[in-house]
């Protein structure tokens, strides 16, 4: 494939002033990083994150094999030369949320094969086959939360290059480099799209050229922008990614584009591909990438700092303007978002003013349903917070993905006798936020999770004597619940 007449200057830079003609001895390239490609720790898609950071003790995982098509060809005006025409490398990456606004990060790329054409017939020495990669340190700042009620996730990446990659291999750079970048994300529906923008400060290296006494630049700084969309749930989601770089000094733009899936294959475990082409002709910009990887998650559910905006506003209108007595024997079933009690009438009858108020009832499966499974989780006094992973929890979404017919997850928050009537009821709420906020992280939809808050008005221990009586009512009650299967029946013959 030809090269464009605007880049073969560039790619005619790479002969070292070694023509063709009077090449007589073998000159080494000079060491730069070849790869143009970043791919995303954290949250996010494979190459670009979505701004939203790890809670603090989460921690990301992953593994990614990276094959390129002819990602070095070199032309001086006559012909093309595949310096590095497959080229086969792993990148190990790691993040680990340290503080609600803080993120840090670190990845370790290798390249485990690479080959071309023999460069002897120009002069160049033969690359090194294989060799480390650049590692990069990052830390990743939280600026805007949608956790924190705010529209979109906002975060700024701050990296640096270790200048100890193979530059035998075209691996490392000759001293370290920088980035700096933001990144944006939030949710529509289904959709989550991300934007970034950012720039990469590195070693210019300069390459002599056929034409005497000329240099080109080989490798230098540039702006990175990238843009993803991808879908949630917790079965197959897609991916679609695009990277574009920009080198400001030539005017050279090269854009990557990769689509692909993910799937689950264990709770926190997912699986990814992903492949497209490349296009442009900066340096490093192969005609092809493919990616497959493995990516481990394991979080827990953030600090609940507030109610949920509805929650808190049916609550406080709840307050403000008690309902009605109802007459309602039956024991319904909890809306999403239910707060405040049931009424019923005084069962003696009575013509007193003051009616009698009862305690909304815990959820009884009905007929037309079926209870799969059923557990109880317990907090410390004035807590709402799970610590790490919770294997209940983690059993229920793995028995959820496994019910033919679908199923809701029931979360029924309860609290002590140590505060009020109305710091129980919002602690309670707190408890049932936190096991709907780990489900939905571990991408059960949301739809499919109910919460309700009790208060103290149920517990476990009536009269609690011991703490670990009391530490019974500080609980939430998980629920899994599906369509029951039809009776069988059988009809006698007519007679």
Known sequence: MSIPSFTRGAMAAMLLGCSLASAQSTDQLPGFDLERLDANTGRGTALVGNGELMVPGGMSLSLLGHYQRLPLVLNDGEQDLAVVRDRATALLSASYGVLP??????????????????????????????????????????????????????????????????????????????????????????????????????????????????????????????????????????????????????????????????????????????????????????RFRMLLGVSFRSEPPPRISFIDEHVDREFQLSLATPKPPERDDRIRPAGTWELMSVTRDDPQGTSDVRTQREPPRPYQPGPQERLVMRGELHFTQGSSELQGVVPLLDQAVLRLSELPKGGTLIIEGHADTEGTDSSNMIMSLRRAQAVRRYLLDQGVPATQVRIRGFGSDWPVSARPATEQERQLNRRAEVLLITEAPAPLTTQAPAP
């Open 101 to 286: 606004w803080l993120e840090l990060g670190a990845q370790v790329p290798f390249v485990l094969w690479q080959q071309g054409d023999d460069p002897n017939t120009v002069g160049l020495s033969a690359l090194a086959a294989q060799g480390m990669g650049t590692p990069v340190l990052q830390a990743r700042l939280g600026l805007l939360s949608r956790r924190q009620r705010q529209p979109v996730d906002l975060s700024a990446d701050l990296g640096v290059g270790l200048p100890v990659g193979t530059g035998l291999a075209l691996a490392g750079d000759e001293g370290p480099r920088f980035h700096a970048r933001l990144v944006v994300g939030t949710l529509l529906g289904s959709l989550q799209p991300s934007l970034e923008a950012g720039v990469l400060f590195r070693p210019t290296i300069l390459l002599g050229t056929a034409e005497e006494n000329a240099v080109r630049q080989g490798a230098t700084s540039e702006v990175r922008l990238g843009a993803a969309l991808s879908t949630t749930g917790n079965g197959l989601r897609g991916e679609l990614g695009l990277r574009a770089t920009l080198v400001p000094q030539s005017a050279q733009v090269s854009m990557d584009l990769l689509g692909g899936v993910r799937f689950p294959l264990l709770v926190g475990l997912d699986a990814f591909v992903m492949g497209g082409p490349g296009l442009g002709g900066a340096l490093g910009t192969p």
